[in-house]
Nanobody, 125 residues
Framework: QLQLVESGGGSVQAGGSLRLSCAASGRTFSRFSMGWFRQAPGKEREFVAAIAWNGPIYYVDSVKGRFTISRDNAKNTVYLQMNSLKPEDTAVYYC???????????????????WGQGTQVTVSS
């Protein structure tokens, strides 16, 4: 089992920044690819960003240039730095882990075996 705990959510005004963290425990973190997903009220869960265990990084087009995903294997933590936030970024953000890699694999939520509990991000205009 791999346990994931997100933190860093909150409320900010449009144009502001937040950094989400996801701390992992229970298994060898470096062997997992990590993803961030989000779900807004009344909408389906959406892929946001992923960082593969072997390095490649992927983003949904709507956050490119504004969000940055990174990982610190020594701290068993993955981060999502979110800048220039927009009201449409408002959602519950989840981190997730999978042993797979590759763009198609990492963009699909069903490929992730482990999920955190989520953290709320609210962006006001």
């Amino acid at each position: 089992q791999l346990q994931l705990v997100e933190s860093g959510g909150g409320s900010v005004q449009a144009g502001g920044s937040l950094r989400l963290s996801c701390a992992a425990s229970g298994r060898t973190f470096s062997r997992f690819s990590m993803g961030w997903f989000r779900q807004a009220p009344g909408k389906e869960r959406e892929f946001v960003a992923a960082i593969a265990w072997n390095g490649p990084i992927y983003y949904v087009d709507s956050v490119k240039g504004r969000f940055t995903i990174s990982r610190d294997n020594a701290k068993n933590t993955v981060y999502l730095q979110m800048n220039s936030l927009k009201p449409e970024d408002t959602a519950v953000y989840y981190c997730a882990a999978t042993t797979g890699h590759g763009s198609n694999w990492l963009r699909e939520g069903g490929k992730y075996a482990y999920w955190g509990q989520g953290t709320q991000v609210t962006v006001s205009s």
